[in-house]
């Protein structure tokens, strides 16, 4: 049977809360085990990866093209912080603040190489960035800070600004990953963020291409076999 036309992948990625202890202690970070979020600077930046298999698409010497992306998640972001926030613009309120950056790749790029901030200009496939362009399909970045209107729920974040980039480069390679990068901002004793989950939603086209366009696109996603 072919495999060849439109195909959905999906991931779902697991929540996880993060709470700042008394000084002295370890932050406090749960996620349901085996569910692969990584602690990569304490306090700060969190990172979830996974696979997803294309091997048998590969096999049979067939093209993925992309056609978009989405993210669904089942309630907001939540934060408190109960001290002045970076970056500066937020300093002498009590905002929670954190940039949620989700990424499909070529490649597996780690959240402290990719420094995952648009402050500094270096999202993934950027100036100054360790990712290549091609090899970020799809990626989204959104900015949270706390919703102080929300009297009765002040630790609901909200959308503050968003942006998207990536590619959209049609691949060849045998897998793909799927990452979530957390950047957040916890100092005081009672500070705490609770990400939901989210499920990766990426829409597909399996074709055969011509032999020559086909060896192009192989060569250029070999690397991440390597």
Not at 56 to 80: C, K, N, R, V
Request: charged letters at 20%; glycine letters at 6%.
């Amino acid at each position: 049977m072919s495999i060849e036309g439109e195909r959905i992948l999906s991931k779902m990625v697991p929540q996880f809360t993060v709470v700042k202890q008394e000084e002295g202690n370890p932050t406090l970070w749960s996620q349901l085990p085996g569910t692969g979020w990584s602690e990569i600077i304490a306090d700060r930046l969190y990172q979830w990866t996974d696979e997803i298999d294309l091997s048998g698409i590969s096999a049979d010497h067939l093209t993925t093209f992309f056609t978009g992306m989405s993210l669904q998640e089942p309630f907001p972001f939540y934060g408190l912080r109960e001290i002045a926030p970076v970056p500066p613009a937020l300093v002498g309120t009590n905002n929670a603040y954190m940039i949620v950056t989700d990424t499909i790749s070529n490649v597996p790029f780690d959240a402290r190489n990719a420094q995952i901030t648009h402050y500094e200009g270096q999202t993934p496939g950027f100036l100054n960035s360790h990712t290549d362009w091609d090899d970020v399909i799809m990626g989204s970045w959104r900015e949270y800070v706390t919703n102080t209107t929300l009297t009765t729920a002040s630790a609901v974040m909200q959308l503050n600004q968003n942006g998207s980039f990536g590619s959209a480069e049609a691949t060849a390679s045998r897998k793909l990953y799927f990452s979530r990068i957390v950047q957040m901002f916890l100092d005081a004793e009672g500070d705490y963020a609770i990400i939901p989950a989210c499920r990766f939603v990426a829409g597909t086209i399996i074709a055969e291409e011509k032999d020559h366009e086909y060896l192009m696109r192989l060569k250029r996603s070999s690397h991440n076999e390597q």
